[in-house]
């Protein structure tokens, strides 16, 4: 039940309530990550190559919104753990396109299997009542834009 006084509060109390959620995710997705001796963002880019292999370093930067500098680095921690492979784009000779190495379609998958696992307590919660976060969720983006 909320019982806040004022508008204001009431927003914070909401936003608050999401960052309280999105960190826990957060630390989820990085223990596991830590148990396959990678990082969070990571297992962030193996998921993004494994949904669309062949992207270039802009197109993972931009969809993970983080800076072409910093994927650039994320991306070669992981060719050097073999993880990734950076190969010519066959449709442009000029730039490079990455694509997860058999090791990194394993460790996808682990980290995948992990992550859901650990989230699997949240289908506890009736299906009436996730539909109704869903339907809220959505509300709130609408309000936003």
């Avoid at 019982?3 to 204001?8: A, G, L, R, S």
């Amino acid at each position: 039940m909320l019982f806040i006084v004022n508008e204001q509060e009431k927003i914070l109390h909401i936003v608050r309530s999401f960052r309280k959620v999105n960190r826990a995710l957060y630390q989820l997705l990085s223990e596991e990550a830590k148990a396959l001796e990678t990082t969070a963002i990571q297992i962030l880019v193996m998921r993004a190559l494994a949904k669309s292999p062949d992207m270039s370093l802009g197109e993972l930067a931009e969809r993970l919104q983080v800076g072409n500098s910093t994927m650039s680095g994320i991306v070669e921690r992981l060719v050097q753990a073999g993880l990734v492979i950076r190969e010519r784009s066959q449709t442009d000779r000029r730039s490079l396109t990455m694509r997860l190495t058999p090791k990194g379609e394993a460790t996808q998958r682990e980290a995948h299997f992990l992550f859901m696992e650990r989230l699997s307590g949240i289908l506890q919660i009736p299906d009436e009542d996730l539909q109704y976060l869903l339907d809220m969720h959505d509300l709130i983006l609408e309000k936003l834009q």
